[in-house]
């Protein structure tokens, strides 16, 4: 009888090693090494690649045109993936457990179905009962929606061809398997084999596909790397499971840009759209408090109001805290680096905690003059002088305010809830004044703009 065989394999980056590592010699990560048995490649065929008949031709002659895309009748969905679902495309989602990743695909299919015909739903972690449970929740009950609880991805790869659905649903990833091969669903190679299945079908029959993955303690998407690199699109699900408020984020698309957000409410009966996000982060400000700033964010095309919260507190031993949610820390550092050398300010002894209302994450540099005005706010005890204002600014390192990118679009979404005064540099003034009702006050420096807290 011929010996076993055996190789370890790391279960975040893919790296395979004839000997059992404690450290993973290509991510660095600790106990990540599995064992999984070599398979006789005359034994095992790996799943074809895509087949195509297709020959090498010049690109000029090569016709172009828009990609067939699915409505899948729900808007902010529609807006993160760029216009729709486009056909024979692997669009994979990750999130925390319980955010709301399958209750979302299913009330996609169920409009898919309803529209566009046959819609399969596989299921590896609940049965069919439970998932009509949550259908009849969701309202969720289309004529042409089928469900099946399968794990094996060639039974499954049978149905397709059987029943040659519109659309494919797979939850999850991580628990489908395929028999030739003898490590345990959700390893390393269980996973990219039958990814690569799923990729072959739906790029040979177009069909889209939609994968649930799970996702580490660290937030990040378990499983290789290489799994991002072979699908079209990644969703990622924010939020927490104790707020009601969700966002969907494209961290990769083929097919569109990633800089789009969707905003969802999650609710008994499902997830629901919200079309004006600045109202539903704005809803609990309260302009006379101090250390309470309205700045302004673009995701995509769409420009959002948030409100920033600062509090500062004497230290009371050993070195200051920094602590920020939605904000980069090393921005706030950076912001508190030039309130001490370019103000004056005194906040070598002082905790400092910023958070963003509502669980967003801040990216670019149009909040930085409203984190820097929220810490002074907060360290003098004195609100904002003027009520239904907002701030928008870069701060350089020499305390002087520059302009950044579509501030219009933020200036008219102010107009638009109802503030009366917006704080912008002094060149981004002279671009908006004349568009807007609104009152534009222009500074130069950091140390104008801490003028408006009185």
Same mark, same amino acid.
């Given at each position: ?117 046959? +819609?399969?739903?596989?299921?590896? @972690?609940?049965?069919? =009962?439970?998932?009509?449970?949550? *259908?009849?929740? !969701? /309202?969720? $009950? ?75 303690k660290q937030g990040e998407l378990a499983g290789p790397r290489v799994l991002e690199h072979m699908v079209d699109t990644v969703l990622h699900f924010e939020g927490e499971r104790t707020q009601e408020y969700r ?15 969707? +905003?969802?409410?999650?609710?008994? @009966?499902?997830?629901? =759209?919200?079309?004006?996000?600045? *109202?539903?982060? !704005? /809803?609990? $400000? ?40 939605g904000v980069d820390l090393n921005r706030l550092n950076l912001i508190i680096a030039v309130l001490e050398k370019k103000v004056g300010l005194p906040l070598m002894n002082q905790d400092i905690y910023i958070n ?56 008219? @979404? ?41």
């Amino acid at each position: 009888m011929a010996k076993v065989k055996t190789k370890y394999i790391c279960q975040q980056c893919g790296y395979e090693s004839p000997k059992w590592l404690g450290r993973c010699m290509g991510c660095n990560e600790w106990n990540t090494m599995e064992e999984e048995v070599i398979i006789n490649r005359k034994d095992f065929k790996r799943s074809p690649t895509i087949v195509s008949s297709s020959k090498p031709q010049l690109i000029k002659s090569v016709k172009s045109g828009a990609y067939e895309r699915y409505n899948t009748e729900i808007n902010e969905l529609n807006r993160v993936l760029g216009g729709g679902l486009v056909k024979g495309s692997l669009t994979l989602i990750s999130g925390e457990p319980g955010i709301g990743k399958s209750t979302l695909i299913l009330q996609a299919s169920s409009k898919i179905a309803e529209k566009y015909g046959k +819609v399969l739903y596989v299921s590896g @972690e609940e049965s069919e =009962e439970q998932i009509k449970m949550r *259908a009849e929740r !969701l /309202e969720a $009950l289309a004529d042409s929606l089928y469900i099946v609880s399968e794990t094996n991805i060639d039974v499954i790869e049978g149905y397709i061809n059987e029943m040659e659905p519109a659309f494919v649903l797979i939850d999850s990833v991580q628990t489908l398997f395929k028999e030739e091969l003898t490590s345990a669903p959700g390893s390393v190679s269980q996973v990219k084999e039958c990814v690569n299945n799923l990729m072959r079908i739906g790029k040979s029959k177009n069909i889209p596909m939609f994968i649930v993955a799970h996702v580490t303690k660290q937030g990040e998407l378990a499983g290789p790397r290489v799994l991002e690199h072979m699908v079209d699109t990644v969703l990622h699900f924010e939020g927490e499971r104790t707020q009601e408020y969700r966002i969907l984020r494209a961290l990769k698309n083929r097919f569109g840009t990633t800089s789009e957000i969707g +905003v969802f409410e999650m609710i008994q @009966e499902g997830l629901i =759209e919200v079309t004006n996000p600045s *109202a539903i982060f !704005l /809803e609990s $400000l309260n302009t006379e408090a101090e250390g309470s700033i309205v700045v302004a964010m673009v995701e995509g095309t769409r420009p959002i109001l948030i409100e920033i919260q600062a509090l500062v507190t004497p230290t009371n031993a050993g070195f200051p805290r920094r602590t920020a949610v939605g904000v980069d820390l090393n921005r706030l550092n950076l912001i508190i680096a030039v309130l001490e050398k370019k103000v004056g300010l005194p906040l070598m002894n002082q905790d400092i905690y910023i958070n963003v209302v509502g669980g967003l994450k801040l990216e670019g540099t149009s909040a930085d003059l409203g984190v820097a005005m929220a810490i002074y706010s907060s360290m003098q005890g004195i609100a904002m002088a003027s009520k239904d204002t907002m701030v928008i600014g870069e701060i350089s390192l020499t305390g002087d305010l520059r302009p950044v990118s579509h501030t219009e679009k933020m200036v008219k @979404e102010a107009e638009k809830m109802g503030f009366t005064t917006c704080i912008v540099s002094e060149r981004s003034k002279l671009r908006t004044e004349d568009a807007t009702k609104i009152r534009i006050k222009g500074v130069n420096t950091l140390r104008e703009a801490l003028h408006f807290i009185k």
